[in-house]
């Protein structure tokens, strides 16, 4: 099997410029869809395509699809990638799948290099020609953690535990689908906004447009003409928190449920009733009394259009989440997060350790060890000054990084489904057992039956996976949260 990084675009919309351009036309001439597309030549119009592209009439481009398969990129590709939400993943489980013979990228580690060394078609990172003193020691630091990955795995320890020591350089597969619109605004904030100092994250822009050209040119040439958006936010929120003197504190509480929706139980109670009725807000709220709030709840709850859960809101602030968790939480497209700069996430002095590693006394002197060839291999960075984008490729997994994330209740039910089961992974499933706990706080009619989906709904989704103690977590469920 190649180890080769590479870009392959496996289908897309069959003639996708027609596609749009017929389904443009449609909003302003006489005819049905398929006598517009009879009539519209092959490739479409790709000056029409343009104009009213430039006019900002950028739904049509959502009508063609394009399916990509990233092979052998970094992980902090994927996490970059995995961040646009409109898009739709699967990727290589390292939970479940042994990454030892993953390989890693290797990022040129001087200051010197610029992003020149970056430029050719199939060299996204450095070869044997340019390796350096750094560049040789980042070799045998990065052989170490793979070593430290096997052994861990040798003792026993979960893959999905034993990747918390390997470097945020390590290779990933996935393939991601999404339409036009948003394949456009990847490769422009790739080229020019939240990757452009990245030399790895850069090329893929550059691939990526290339390869889309060839079947759509009129979206896909000229994406500045389409595509204008500022990026300094970061800059100036720098410069903010810099003059305010703003620094992380370490000792908070992991979760930490900012802010909500007033009363969310009544509001979504109010919203519903509101929709049944097409009684004003202040007829309700006069009317309603505590039984029939908790019954129209319940009602919304126990339906599978549920969408008047989406009037209630809440804010987290997660704090000290590994950059495996970090991967696991932003595959949750229903959110608004704000992630820091992965470059942020070696400031951070905490790594975390597992559980299954730390009691195995073997096994914590591999972590551990691993740790120490971090911290010295992070030493040596500094002293070469190593550009802050580069040092990323040393990251440990086990790194930490928080955030902020705004979910509505509809969108928390779920994620608890699927984030308290005893088959999640561990770290988010503490984290999510936190968050259950604190929205049951503030609104115990609306997750008075959230949880996992035996829980929920009364049977496992799990299959052949399934952990078997359905009814040991109903129980605590109903009784311990």
Known sequence: MSNATRLVLLSHTPDPQRICSSAAR??????????????TPEGGYPDYLRRILSMGHHSVMEHANFTVAFENVSVFVEQFVIGFRLFSFTVKSRRY????????????????????LFGGDDKPYIGPEFYGPLSQRYLHFCEGLFMAYKRLLELGIPAEDARFVLPYSFKSNFIVTGNARSWIHLIHSAKNGLGKNY???????????????????????????????????????????????????YSEERVQLLWHTPDPDRAVAVSALMGASRATAPQIEKALTKEAEIETIRAVCENGHARELEQAIFTFRLSGMSLPMLTH????????????????????????????????????????????????????????????????????????????????????????????????Q?????????????????????????????YRWGECREGRQSCGKAKEVVQFFKGAI
């Open 97 to 116: 799948v042994p990454h030892d013979e993953a390989g890693y990228v290797v990022p040129y580690m001087a200051p010197e290099g610029g992003p020149d």
């Open 426 to 454: 561990w770290e988010i499933r503490d984290y999510a057992m936190k968050m259950l706990g604190a929205a049951k706080k503030v609104a115990p009619i609306i997750f008075e039956k959230s949880g996992p989906s035996c």
């Open 199 to 249: 030399s790895e994250i850069h090329w893929i822009g550059t691939k990526l447009q290339e390869m889309l050209s060839k079947v759509a040119p009129a979206f896909f040439t000229r994406i500045d003409d389409i595509e204008r958006l500022s990026y300094e936010k970061d800059q100036r929120l720098a410069s903010v928190s810099s003059k305010l003197g703003l620094e992380r504190n």
């Open 329 to 424: 939480l932003t595959r949750h497209r229903m959110q608004s997060i704000i992630v820091p700069t992965l470059a942020q996430a070696g400031k951070s002095p905490e790594i975390i350790c597992p559980p299954t590693i730390g009691n195995n006394p073997e096994a914590l002197a591999v972590f551990n060890s691993a740790v120490s060839s971090q911290k010295s291999f992070w030493e040596a960075m500094e002293r070469f000054q190593v550009p802050q984008e580069n040092r990323v490729y040393a990251y440990l997994s086990g790194q930490t990084m928080d955030v902020v994330t705004t979910m509505n209740a509809r969108e928390l039910h779920h994620f608890f489904s699927l984030r308290c089961c005893n088959r999640a």
């Open 26 to 39: 449609l909003s302003s001439l006489p005819g049905s869809p398929t006598k517009i597309l009879d009539e």
